[in-house]
């Protein structure tokens, strides 16, 4: 057994019965339905019902993976919470809530964020800790996200996250399992684009007031969306291609060797460019039309929805790729199946 392999053991994916469509968005929008389905790039969307909280759905997901990983949560040594800043209560630590309601008992718990990039990021977190510390030998990273929250229709400059959808996506690791092994990762944050994207009022410097309230400072906005884009948009694509290529490259491959690309549902327009920059065609992905932006949930259910139809084989080399507000670009590579040499 190779000590210094960490596998995937299992993952589990919890999704909202409810779903909000295009023409609804349309409706409170007054983007045009095509527009939506074409440029923005999704027919619906997942949105929580009454009782699909954000650490919640992150419990749910866990739950789905502990069963069918056969994992008995007392042997889990460390909980990862991958979830939002958003969710059951404002200021409050969800990872020891978590890891009480899977049974990890004996495990001791913490949260991450980096926005949708956190499960890519906290991939490569538990990875490090598990190889640095023995003690580590299995851990679970589970969360839910519902930003979709803080979506207001009616302001045309978050127009580019009406996508935002909501889930739960857990991942048991394990220290010595030589399937679904984790290569390498990379990941670059750019501090310019830090303030360009918040919800405005409830934090230290805008109190949540009802003035804030009547002002909709309580949604997500964007300061400067002219001049952010003109920054951003081509600096965003050149990073979702570093990170890929930083990655492949520590996992000593190229990019002939993806065989799928586990990505975060975006435009149809940047989604097909990755693609074809990487030479794969839409048979090596999924493109998330049909559930949204679900945050960092996207890259677990890309992986499985590419394991139910038969996109993803046992030898496979998977790359995830997300990015997130603030702003942050992460990847890594997975070895799916049994290990074989890179």
């Known amino acids: 057994m190779n000590q210094t392999a960490i596998g995937i053991v299992s993952t589990g994916v919890y999704l909202p019965s409810t779903y909000q469509t295009s023409r609804e968005i349309s ?62 209560y404002p200021l409050w630590t969800a990872g020891i809530k978590l890891q009480q309601e899977v049974g990890a008992l004996n495990a001791w718990a913490f949260d991450v964020q980096q926005r949708c990039g956190t499960m890519v990021m906290a991939l490569k977190v538990a990875k490090d800790m598990m190889i640095a510390d023995p003690e580590i030998q299995t851990v679970l990273l589970a969360g839910g996200y519902r930003n979709s ?55 230290t410097k805008h109190p949540i007031s009802a003035e804030a309230i009547e002002k909709r400072l309580n949604y997500l906005d964007v300061m400067d969306p002219e001049g952010m884009k003109q920054r951003l948009e081509q600096k965003s694509m050149d990073n979702f291609i570093k990170v890929m290529e930083k990655a492949l490259a520590k996992s000593g491959l190229t990019h002939d060797d993806i065989d799928y690309l586990s990505i975060l549902h975006m435009k149809r327009s940047a989604h097909d460019y990755v693609l074809r920059h990487f030479g794969l065609n839409e048979e090596q992905s999924v493109y998330l039309s049909e559930y949204g932006h679900i945050g960092q949930i996207d890259q677990i259910l ?20 997300s990015a997130g507000i603030g702003y942050a670009w992460d990847a890594c590579v997975v070895q799916w199946g049994k290990a074989h040499s890179v």
């Open 27 to 88: 409706e409170q929008s007054g983007i045009p339905q095509e527009i939506i389905e074409t440029k923005m790039g999704f027919s619906r969307k997942t949105i929580p019902g009454p009782d699909d909280h954000t650490c919640q759905m992150g419990i749910w997901a866990a739950q789905r993976a502990i069963e069918k990983g056969g994992i008995d949560p007392a042997t889990i040594d460390l909980v990862i919470y991958v979830g939002e800043e958003h969710k059951e």
């Open 149 to 203: 929250d803080f979506i207001d229709y009616t302001n045309p400059r978050t127009r580019f996250m009406y996508n935002l959808a909501a889930g739960g996506a857990a991942v048991i690791l394990k220290k010595g399992h030589e399937e679904n092994v984790l290569l390498g990762s990379h990941i670059i944050t750019d501090g310019s684009f830090s303030e360009d994207v918040a919800v405005v009022a409830g934090g």
């Open 302 to 321: 890309s992986l499985e929805l590419g394991l139910e139809n038969g996109r993803i084989k046992d030898g496979d080399r998977i790359v995830m790729v």
